[in-house]
């Protein structure tokens, strides 16, 4: 009895991690994804969205100060 018990728990233990695995998986893309689409819509964080070309660089800041603020 004790033999069955055993292999009973070890059964138990992979059925437990494979259950475990497949709820967090789902429970990951149902929480995440949404708030991953909601901030992906309303913020561009890298500004990407921004005009992608030349720039005039802003002439009321010495370039000296702005060596040192790199």
Do not use: C
């Amino acid at each position: 009895m004790k033999r069955a018990w055993e292999k009973w728990k070890t059964f138990a233990e992979k059925i437990g991690n494979f259950q475990a695995t497949v709820i967090f998986s789902i429970l990951y893309f149902v929480l995440l994804s949404p708030v991953g689409i909601i901030v992906s819509l309303f913020h561009d964080f890298l500004g990407t969205r921004k005009f992608l070309g030349w720039q005039k660089l802003d002439d009321t800041v010495s370039t000296r100060r702005k060596m040192k603020e790199q």
